[in-house]
């Protein structure tokens, strides 16, 4: 906490003055508006979305505004995760809040509160981020047999009632990021995307420990005494064809394509 308000401090004075620096001088007509120069113009599709979320924050919403994801989504365009690299701003200093945290807020509503490190600085550019390594990366897959390990989707695979869908297998935190949580193997599980917007995402709609304890109860017995088998073991046995075919499923289309055909190759010899 300590650490996090220094940082903030000093993210806060070279905000400032970046924010001076990098704006260009007023056009030459005397119009008299300031216009951001290219490479701090959240518009630009070259930045990286992390920046551009935090440009628009900046400029468009600014500190003491509220806007919504929807806006947000609608402003960046043409970028995956929109939601999630707002959020990854968290850790590098900027205070954006919810309903949660300021009742006065709509459910579908957030509050800058304060920006931190201006992250469209190439020296600020990692503020916050914790790198996961391939080593590690590729282990929390292998662990979690390339599933889910909220909803169980494998990677590609269409979820129950929307055939034209195809999860995407993400990492997410047992422990939130923001509150300082490491990149260790420990500490990742397995996530889709979509879990992994709704587990990190405060003011999504997830569905409370009510409601699943309905849908537990109305399980068959055998099917509950599984399900309290799977909650026992923290996660849930596969058969080797299981793990097989989580793997296979994580592979990019041509290679499935490739190993599709070489068993049908191997099953006619």
């Known amino acids: 906490m300590q650490l996090a308000a220094t940082c903030r401090g000093k993210w806060r ?60 989504r609608a402003a960046i365009t043409g970028a995956e995760q929109v939601d999630r690299r707002m959020r990854d701003l968290r850790p590098a200093g900027w205070v954006i809040r919810t309903n949660l945290d300021r009742p006065s807020l709509q459910p579908d509503q957030l509050y800058l509160e304060e920006v931190g490190a201006p992250v469209w600085e190439r020296e600020h550019r990692a503020a ?92 068959p017995r055998r099917s509950k005494q599984e399900l309290f088998e799977w909650m026992e073991a923290d996660g849930r046995p596969l058969k080797p064809i299981d793990q097989a075919w989580g793997m296979y499923r994580q592979l990019p289309a041509a290679l499935r394509d490739e190993m599709r055909h070489g068993l049908r190759d191997l099953l006619e010899s």
């Open 13 to 72: 004075q070279a905000n400032v003055i970046t924010q001076i620096a990098h704006y260009s001088h007023v056009h030459s007509h005397g119009s008299g508006w300031i216009v951001p120069s290219s490479e701090q113009d959240w518009r630009n599709a070259t930045l990286g979305t992390r920046v551009r979320v935090a440009l628009w924050l900046r400029d468009e919403v600014g500190v003491g505004g509220t806007f919504s994801k929807v806006a947000l």
């Open 128 to 219: 916050g981020l914790r790198q996961i390594s391939a080593k590690t990366r590729r282990y929390v897959y292998e662990r979690d047999r390339h599933m889910c390990r909220r909803c169980g989707v494998g990677a590609a695979e269409a979820y129950p009632g929307e055939p034209d869908s195809h999860a995407r297998l993400t990492l997410g935190h047992v422990n939130p990021h923001a509150s300082g949580s490491g990149a260790h193997a420990e500490n990742l599980i397995t996530e889709c995307a979509r879990c992994n917007e709704l587990v990190r995402n405060l003011t999504g709609v997830q569905m409370d420990s009510a409601q699943v304890w309905e849908r537990v109860k109305a399980l």
